[in-house]
């Protein structure tokens, strides 16, 4: 076991754990996120936080343009012209 100080503990209960608060704060973690996984070859354990609000669409918040679009006629069905 490793001597490095715990900066949090949690319980696992069936098959779910909880992330403590002052870990979800610090990481910025909300409903919706999602964690991957990794188990190390030294049995250690590492977590990456995928933040699901942001990306290429999370400021996006709809046209406001005043032409009117028909995305049927002008895109073909994968979306391209």
Known sequence: MSSKPVDAESKVSGNQ???PARIRRELDI????Q????????GTIQVEVVNQ???TFSEFEGYEGTDETD???EHDT????
């Open 17 to 19: 754990a909880n992330i």
């Open 30 to 33: 909300e409903d919706g996120d």
């Open 35 to 42: 964690l991957r996984w990794r188990v190390g070859d030294d």
């Open 53 to 55: 609000r942001r990306g």
């Open 71 to 73: 995305a049927t006629a």
């Open 78 to 81: 994968w979306g391209l012209e």
